[in-house]
């Protein structure tokens, strides 16, 4: 997106051929193209975005059901006191990965915080709108970046438990 600036007279980023060209590729968006299959075109979709969405929940399931059924399993083996040792340092750790995003989460409000309290004297419109849009983007990324870890971080401890579970499996 070009940024322009200038007085309504002015000719400063105006090209008669933007809109046309605009229309052209909302056009070539909204139609089936063959160089991309799994693209689907723009009445779809919302259909191909719950599709994802969809596949992904299917796979979480098949491995929660796989991971259950080894846990199953190994119950005697998890009961050994080496093994409970290992779990309580697992736990112990995930608690510290926890605290440490919470930290982030809590730095990233407050200086949100400071930034959004601060007085600011604008003479127009649109540089008002233009810090309060800013102010929602920062929001924004704080909020993507905090459920992004925390996902990651899940993720993380379901591999570690897989691979733990697998040793278990295997005599030593």
């Known amino acids: 997106m070009r940024n322009t600036r200038g007085l309504m007279m002015d000719a400063v980023g105006a090209r008669p051929e933007d809109l046309p060209r605009a229309q052209w590729h909302l056009v070539q968006t909204a139609l089936p193209h063959p160089e991309h299959p799994k693209r689907a075109p723009?009445?779809?979709?919302?259909a191909a975005r719950a599709l994802s969405v969809q596949s992904l929940m299917t796979h979480l399931a098949t491995r929660q059901s796989a991971r259950a059924m080894q846990a199953v399993a190994l119950l005697p083996?998890?009961?050994?006191?080496?093994?409970?040792?290992?779990?309580?340092?697992?736990?112990t750790a995930l608690w510290q990965q926890w605290q440490s995003l919470q930290a982030q989460w809590l730095e990233g409000v407050s200086e949100l915080a400071e930034e959004m309290g601060e007085i600011r004297h604008v003479n127009t419109v649109s540089k008002f709108a233009d810090q309060e849009a800013d102010l929602m983007q920062q929001s924004m990324a704080l909020v993507t970046a905090q459920a992004t870890a925390t996902i990651r971080l899940v993720e993380n401890l379901q591999v570690n438990v897989d691979w733990w579970l697998s040793q278990r499996a295997t005599p030593a």
């Open 77 to 91: 083996a998890l009961l050994d006191p080496r093994t409970a040792a290992e779990g309580l340092s697992f736990a």
């Open 42 to 46: 723009l009445p779809l979709m919302p």
